[in-house]
């Protein structure tokens, strides 16, 4: 069960975002922030620091956005299009090139854009029983969404998205890989032991396998689990245990 953080986590990222620390004996102080100060939910799943200096706090009951002096809170309003896109946030936040800011709720893949105020709700088509628990940033210019073992792929300037179906024994809950237009290679893992490395010519699947490797490089049941990936173009660099 994914353990929740506590209210005390929020305050003690908020404070060193914003308070100097002197020294190991000066007391510390920490700015709480609670539904008191204007927090929509408790509880709390999500913080994303953005590049204006504001924090985006995720919930189960809307968008939290701290700008360092009060909170705005984003709900969904069935009769306002641009409003929220759902209620509980799903996954992780991503702040692209246009500083358009990126998440998942049950409903739709939302990006808030900061020039007009209000959000862009991206839906699933005919797969909106299923709902993006997970975002990836490949690039500057594309943006994976994870929905079990099915990808979505968003391009960042808002055009069409595409869905690519992944044929995977893993469950996606990281995903890393190298996206350009004559290359798409996928690597997913952190679900369980090994990874899976998959490469795309466009939508079309050309090659899955799962990789597994013991300390020696042999497979092996005793395969590695990747903590991370950092891929390049003709290998990758891997982080186990």
């Known amino acids: ?85 759902g209620g509980t946030i799903q996954s992780d936040f991503f702040e692209d090139k246009n500083k358009n800011i990126w998440f998942a709720t049950n409903e739709a893949i939302n990006v808030y854009l900061p020039e007009q105020g209000n959000f862009k709700k991206i839906s699933l088509g005919s797969n909106e029983n299923k709902a993006i628990h997970h975002i990836f940033c490949i690039n500057d210019e594309v943006l994976l969404g994870a929905a079990g073992d099915t990808l979505y792929e968003y391009s960042t300037d808002l055009k069409e998205n595409n869905s690519i179906a992944v044929p995977t024994d893993f469950s996606i809950v990281k995903a890393k890989g190298v996206w350009t237009e004559s290359k798409k290679i996928l690597y997913v893992y952190g679900e369980k032991n ?4 998959i490469e795309f010519d466009g939508q079309r699947l050309i090659s899955k396998k799962t990789a597994v490797f013991d300390k020696a490089k042999h497979p092996s049941d005793q395969a590695l689990f990747f903590y991370e990936i950092y891929p390049e173009e003709e290998t990758f660099w891997g982080l186990s245990n």
Request: no cysteine; aromatic share 14%.
């Open 1 to 85: 069960m994914k353990r929740r953080p506590s209210l005390f986590f929020i305050s003690a990222v908020i404070y060193f975002a914003f308070q100097p620390v002197y020294g190991q004996n000066k007391i510390l102080y920490f700015h709480q922030l609670t539904s008191t100060e204007g927090l929509s939910q408790s509880t709390n799943e999500a913080l994303y620091p953005d590049s204006g200096g504001n924090i985006w706090i995720g919930s189960l009951d809307g968008l939290n956005l701290f700008t360092g002096k009060s909170v705005q809170v984003f709900k969904n309003n069935p009769n306002d299009e641009p409003s929220l896109g």
């Open 194 to 197: 090994g990874l899976e490395i």
